[in-house]
């Protein structure tokens, strides 16, 4: 069956630093792949997406690329801040189902 | 703010006992989405509903239920609770359900039930 998996967490940076949190999925046929966040006491929200293979996602900073010939969907970012603390959640949608599969999530700590 | 709206924010109650959970879509939104999020199982699916019908199950227990109303809100009613059934309850509403892929889930805040 399809599934997620995220790196464990918690990632803990100092500010300006790089980031990178891995995920590869597996899915039969083609899926979209997501990175969604959760700031705390909050709900999730949709930070960004990439439905075919070799596109990119990115919004605020974050980058992550459809890689097919790995199955990864890694996001990345040059520089976090301390306002970028939460947890992030990968998540694939194969077309034609109506569920999202996401991963355990992997929660971030970026320190002043 | 995604849109979506859940109430209440907070329930406490006892073992044994029923709760309904509420939410309210985003205006336009046919489908709606059930989360369970605790700590040893993470961000589980419970249910899909579209337009009022049902449309996927997940990992949804048979002592809950759940149904989307013909103005689109949705309850989820959880019964015979269990200490285990404490944990956070996302609602999340997308524009359609054909190829999912092409819609974005926005989700509300969520709604802390613990049981006691």
């Known amino acids: 069956g399809n599934s997620v998996t995220q790196m464990e967490g918690p990632v803990t940076l100092s500010e300006e630093a790089f980031l990178t949190i891995n995920c590869t999925y597996t899915?039969?046929?083609?899926?979209?792949l997501f990175w969604y966040v959760q700031y705390p006491g909050e709900g999730l929200q949709l930070l960004l997406k990439?439905?075919?293979?070799?596109d990119k996602g990115s919004n605020k900073g974050f980058e992550a690329t459809y890689r097919k010939e790995t199955t990864s969907f890694h996001l990345e970012k040059g520089s976090v801040q301390v306002s970028d603390s939460a947890v992030y959640f990968c998540?694939?949608?194969?077309?034609?189902?109506?569920?999202?599969?996401f991963g355990t999530g992997t929660r971030l700590k970026v320190l002043a | 703010d995604s849109g979506v709206t859940q109430t209440p924010k907070h329930l406490i109650t006892a073992t044994g006992q029923r709760v309904t959970l509420r939410c309210s879509p985003r205006?336009?939104?046919?489908?709606v989405y059930w989360y369970q999020q605790s700590l040893d199982q993470g961000l589980q699916f419970l249910i899909q509903?579209?337009?009022?019908?049902?449309?996927a199950k997940g990992n949804i227990l048979e002592r809950f239920s759940a149904q989307q109303f013909p103005d689109l809100h949705s309850e989820l009613n959880l019964s015979s609770l269990e200490l285990g059934d404490s944990a956070l309850y996302f609602c999340?509403?997308?524009?359609?359900?054909?190829?999912?892929?092409?819609?974005?889930?926005?989700f509300g805040p969520g709604t802390r039930l613990t049981v006691l």
């Open positions: 205006s336009g939104d046919l489908s």
């Open positions: 990439a439905t075919k293979a070799d």
């Open positions: 998540a694939l949608a194969t077309s034609g189902t109506y569920k999202y599969i």
């Open positions: 899915a039969t046929g083609y899926p979209s």
């Open positions: 999340a509403s997308s524009v359609g359900a054909v190829g999912v892929g092409r819609n974005e889930q926005f």
């Open positions: 509903y579209y337009n009022g019908e049902e449309r």
